[in-house]
């Protein structure tokens, strides 16, 4: 490229790389973004760097590029606090976010601190860009450090607090690395001799179980996966981040495992002899803190971080790999486990006998498990599910049952609000495909804001409210604290009053459903999704209605 200004070269770079949206509050990077106006990237005008983050995020992982937000340097930690659910679920983010002036530094300039620090907790890489002229390698590696061996956030901090740097020039050279423009980057394989004694332990062992994590999602091993299973016989949990890679009513699928189990996946995997896990760090949810399976399992892991391989469980055999091209080097050969399967078989049966009677009922307020289940039985067969932490994590696992081979779910990694913003960035990058997000009253009030944005930037998604006008997952924690005898003040600490989301979702132009009859909800799911709009289904549900806790034997 000739001589240009950092904000077009920026755009060049963006949209070299494939990128198709960008989420931001001004002022920040106002060159660039006007850049783009003759480019195919969509620009997303938040009411806050939190929930561009989480925009970012959403992008990220429904198309595996890596999703692009930016804030001006008073913005820049509320952009850091997003980055959170990003670490933690190691989607390829990058910040773009406004920083310090060498001349300016030290002299309490306004609204200025170092900002710097603060991304360092959330970040697999932080790089100051303090010379216009760094901004091709410093953003060739910020693609390479999001994309490369387990994916992360990345933050570039610019020079000046609305990235200044941007309108600076220099004659700068435009590389484009395509194959750091997704995950996986790279694809290593295991070495022979641990493929052979991977392939012995699981033939000597009687009552295997796969756990499938996270990691082989982003690898994109959803086909190995199943004709791995089927060749050895080997029932499947998926973790929740996984939950979309297995068919539901497969024989050898037992669910989602750990701490927002079914119990009858938590039985199963402590009943094995051996335990494979495919992409997965073994943390403590999927393990419920390490308890599922029992420590003294034998395990074998597939990895592509080597620090992760033994870190919980001390590894029988350690696979350093990527998921995709090691499940294809261990399927083989063909082995039954009649006896295994066929108690699999009656465990899971006998829990789905046990929470049929909640699927089906009719009460209204309506039961939790009966929304999930008219979502499970609607859902478009290439449509994607976003969901937020607790409460809402725990009713998915358990309650949404779908078979299709084309649809995706994506989960908030710890923080509560994620997944309404996520949602509008999923449909950015999957625009032709139907996104539903599935969050309680409590998580929708943190970026409620955001349904605006969703109208004026016309991102039709399908909201669903859990609303049952509380915070009911701490129903029990403030019986603990009050010894099992509550006082009358109690909902001070988590009762919220009674909203009408659905006439909120009105009066910001899209469309809003309330729904209080189990009947009501197919009608609702048809509407909404034919409107082609942002809508917002309000479903009463039961406030004494709990997402079960975990079977520990």
């Given at each position: 490229m000739p001589?240009?200004?950092?904000?077009?070269?920026?755009?060049?770079?963006?949209?070299?790389?494939?990128?198709?949206a960008?989420?931001f509050?001004p002022?920040?990077?106002?060159?660039?973004?006007?850049?783009?106006?003759?480019?195919?990237?969509?620009?997303?005008?938040?009411?806050?760097?939190?929930?561009?983050?989480?925009?970012?995020?959403?992008?990220?992982?429904?198309?595996?590029?890596?999703?692009i937000c930016?804030?001006?340097?008073?913005g820049?930690?509320?952009?850091?606090a997003?980055?959170?659910?990003?670490?933690?679920?190691?989607?390829?983010?990058?910040?773009?976010?406004g920083?310090r002036?060498?001349?300016?530094?030290?002299?309490?300039?306004?609204?200025?601190?170092?900002?710097?620090?603060?991304?360092?907790?959330v970040?697999?890489?932080?790089?100051?860009?303090?010379?216009?002229?760094?901004?091709p390698?410093?953003?060739?590696?910020?693609?390479?450090e999001a994309?490369?061996?387990?994916?992360?956030?990345?933050?570039?901090?610019m020079?000046?607090?609305?990235?200044?740097?941007?309108?600076?020039?220099?004659?700068?050279?435009l590389v484009?690395?395509?194959?750091?423009?997704?995950?996986?980057?790279?694809?290593?394989?295991?070495?022979?001799?641990?493929?052979?004694?991977?392939?012995?332990?699981?033939?000597?062992?009687?009552?295997?179980?796969?756990?499938?994590?996270?990691?082989?999602?982003?690898?994109?091993?959803?086909?190995e996966?199943?004709?791995?299973?089927?060749?050895?016989?080997?029932?499947?949990?998926?973790?929740?981040?996984?939950?979309?890679?297995f068919?539901?009513?497969?024989?050898?699928?037992?669910?989602v495992?750990?701490?927002?189990?079914?119990?009858?996946?938590?039985?199963i995997?402590?009943?094995?002899?051996?335990?494979?896990?495919?992409?997965?760090?073994?943390?403590?949810?999927?393990?419920?803190?390490?308890?599922?399976p029992?420590?003294?399992?034998?395990?074998?892991?597939?990895?592509?971080?080597?620090?992760?391989?033994?870190r919980?469980?001390?590894?029988?055999?350690?696979?350093?790999?990527?998921?995709?091209?090691?499940?294809?080097?261990l399927?083989?050969?063909?082995?039954?486990?009649?006896?295994?399967?066929?108690?699999?078989?009656?465990?899971v049966?006998?829990?789905?006998?046990?929470?049929?009677?909640?699927?089906t009922s009719?009460?209204?307020?309506?039961?939790?498990?009966?929304?999930?289940?008219?979502?499970?039985?609607?859902l478009?067969?290439?449509?994607?599910?976003?969901?937020?932490?607790?409460?809402?994590?725990?009713?998915?696992?358990?309650?949404?049952?779908?078979?299709?081979?084309?649809?995706?779910?994506?989960?908030?990694a710890?923080?509560?609000?994620?997944?309404?913003?996520?949602?509008?960035?999923?449909?950015?990058?999957?625009?032709?495909?139907?996104?539903?997000?599935?969050?309680?009253?409590?998580?929708?009030?943190y970026?409620?804001?955001?349904?605006?944005?969703?109208?004026?930037?016309?991102?039709?998604?399908?909201t669903?409210?859990?609303?049952?006008?509380?915070?009911?997952q701490?129903?029990?924690?403030?019986?603990?604290?009050?010894?099992g005898?509550?006082?009358?003040?109690?909902?001070?600490?988590?009762?919220?009053?009674?909203?009408?989301?659905?006439?909120?979702?009105?009066?910001?132009?899209?469309?809003?459903?309330?729904?209080?009859?189990?009947?009501?909800?197919?009608?609702?799911f048809?509407?909404?999704?034919?409107?082609?709009k942002?809508?917002v289904?309000?479903?009463?549900?039961?406030?004494?209605?709990?997402?079960?806790?975990?079977?520990?034997g």
């Amino acid at each position: 490229m000739p001589k240009t200004t950092g904000g077009r070269y920026i755009a060049e770079f963006l949209n070299a790389y494939g990128v198709t949206a960008i989420f931001f509050v001004p002022t920040v990077l106002s060159r660039t973004l006007a850049s783009m106006d003759e480019m195919p990237i969509k620009r997303v005008l938040t009411h806050g760097e939190k929930a561009a983050t989480y925009m970012a995020d959403g992008y990220a992982r429904i198309t595996g590029r890596p999703g692009i937000c930016a804030a001006q340097a008073i913005g820049a930690t509320n952009m850091a606090a997003g980055l959170r659910d990003a670490f933690l679920g190691h989607s390829p983010v990058i910040t773009l976010t406004g920083g310090r002036l060498p001349q300016e530094k030290y002299k309490h300039n306004y609204q200025e601190i170092d900002d710097y620090p603060i991304f360092k907790q959330v970040t697999k890489a932080n790089f100051e860009v303090d010379l216009v002229g760094r901004l091709p390698d410093l953003l060739r590696q910020a693609f390479r450090e999001a994309t490369s061996g387990t994916p992360g956030p990345v933050n570039l901090l610019m020079a000046g607090k609305e990235t200044a740097i941007e309108h600076d020039s220099a004659d700068m050279t435009l590389v484009f690395e395509k194959e750091y423009g997704t995950v996986p980057a790279h694809r290593p394989t295991p070495e022979k001799e641990q493929i052979q004694e991977a392939l012995k332990q699981l033939k000597n062992a009687q009552r295997p179980v796969m756990v499938v994590g996270g990691g082989a999602k982003w690898s994109g091993a959803r086909a190995e996966i199943l004709k791995f299973a089927e060749s050895q016989s080997i029932p499947v949990a998926t973790s929740l981040n996984a939950k979309a890679l297995f068919p539901e009513n497969h024989p050898l699928y037992i669910g989602v495992p750990g701490t927002y189990s079914r119990s009858c996946t938590n039985k199963i995997l402590a009943r094995a002899d051996l335990v494979l896990f495919v992409g997965s760090q073994t943390g403590g949810q999927v393990t419920h803190f390490w308890r599922v399976p029992p420590q003294g399992t034998p395990v074998i892991q597939i990895g592509i971080d080597p620090g992760d391989l033994g870190r919980n469980y001390p590894n029988a055999v350690s696979l350093l790999g990527d998921a995709k091209v090691t499940l294809a080097a261990l399927t083989t050969e063909s082995i039954k486990r009649d006896p295994w399967l066929a108690d699999v078989h009656r465990e899971v049966s006998a829990w789905r006998a046990e929470v049929e009677p909640l699927r089906t009922s009719d009460a209204a307020p309506m039961r939790p498990e009966r929304i999930l289940k008219e979502l499970g039985d609607w859902l478009p067969a290439d449509g994607i599910v976003v969901c937020d932490t607790g409460h809402s994590g725990m009713w998915l696992a358990q309650q949404l049952w779908i078979d299709s081979a084309r649809w995706d779910f994506m989960r908030a990694a710890g923080s509560l609000g994620w997944a309404f913003p996520a949602s509008l960035g999923a449909k950015c990058g999957a625009p032709d495909r139907p996104v539903v997000c599935f969050t309680g009253d409590g998580g929708f009030w943190y970026h409620l804001q955001e349904l605006e944005t969703a109208v004026r930037c016309n991102i039709p998604t399908i909201t669903v409210v859990n609303n049952n006008n509380s915070l009911n997952q701490e129903t029990k924690v403030f019986q603990n604290a009050y010894d099992g005898k509550p006082s009358a003040k109690q909902g001070e600490m988590w009762y919220f009053s009674h909203v009408n989301f659905a006439k909120i979702a009105e009066s910001m132009g899209a469309v809003g459903i309330r729904v209080e009859k189990p009947s009501d909800l197919r009608p609702a799911f048809e509407r909404a999704l034919a409107s082609n709009k942002p809508v917002v289904i309000d479903a009463i549900s039961d406030i004494t209605a709990l997402a079960p806790l975990p079977w520990m034997g």
